[in-house]
């Protein structure tokens, strides 16, 4: 059965500092994919990035990128001069290909201090 | 574009009434799927469909039910509201290759 799990339940970081919240996953499958969503207070689910499992590049979107190590089964979110708009939960989820079922992770409370 | 509607925004239920939670995409996807968001906690899988007629179960499925009778359209029924049922539920919808999953805003579900 497939999993994702975020070790880290809050995070506090300084303004403009580099962010990475951990994303790591359990599939028997070859072929699934990898999103990351953020969730401000406002509740809405806002689409991020996006890894495929035979992606050979990582995934890059404007100030996100995706720390993809296919090995350790990790797909880490890594934010880049972090800004105060960026405080929100962040969700990892995955998709297998053999059932589409997509399950999210228990996310990860980001806090940026000014 | 619509993208992902959700009908109603809010709804307070008596236990044991029942209800259904609307939802419609217009992007033409065959994935869609239905999420509960308890306060501060993940997204949990209730059911999912990959095209009209098939649905399957999720990680929580005790409790609803859902039918898939057009590509537009996958409601969630509640039959015997409880207290647990309490939530935010979130429909979204996804092309077979699709690397993003659309959402809707989402449905505040209070059973008392």
């Known amino acids: 059965a497939q999993k994702i799990t975020q070790t880290q339940p809050g995070m506090f970081v300084q303004e403009k500092e580099a962010v990475t919240l951990d994303c790591t996953y359990d599939?028997?499958?070859?072929?699934?994919?990898l999103f990351w969503y953020k969730q401000p207070s406002s509740g809405e689910m806002i689409f991020l990035i996006y890894q495929g499992s035979y992606d050979e590049q990582n995934a890059t979107e404007g100030r996100y990128s995706l720390n993809f190590q296919k090995a350790r089964k990790s797909a880490n979110l890594v934010i880049s001069a972090s800004q105060l708009g960026d405080s929100a939960m962040y969700f990892c989820?995955?998709?297998?290909?053999?059932?589409?079922?997509?399950?999210f992770g228990k996310g990860t409370r980001l806090h940026i201090l000014p | 574009n619509a993208g992902v509607t959700q009908t109603p925004k809010f709804r307070i239920l008596k236990i044991g009434q029942s209800m259904t939670l609307q939802c419609t995409q217009d992007?033409?996807?065959?994935?869609m799927y239905w999420y509960r968001q308890d306060p501060g906690m993940g997204l949990k899988l209730i059911y999912y469909s990959v095209g009209a007629g098939i649905t399957d179960k999720g990680e929580v499925p005790n409790g609803y039910n859902v039918s898939r009778s057009t590509t537009e359209d996958f409601p969630l029924r509640l039959e015997l509201a409880a207290p647990s049922q309490t939530s935010v539920y979130f429909c979204?919808?996804?092309?077979?290759?699709?690397?993003?999953?659309?959402f809707g805003p989402g449905t505040r579900l209070t059973v008392t």
């Open positions: 989820a995955m998709r297998e290909d053999r059932d589409d079922k997509i399950i």
């Open positions: 599939t028997s499958d070859q072929s699934y994919g």
């Open positions: 992007m033409n996807h065959n994935y």
């Open positions: 979204a919808s996804i092309t077979n290759q699709g690397y993003e999953q659309y």
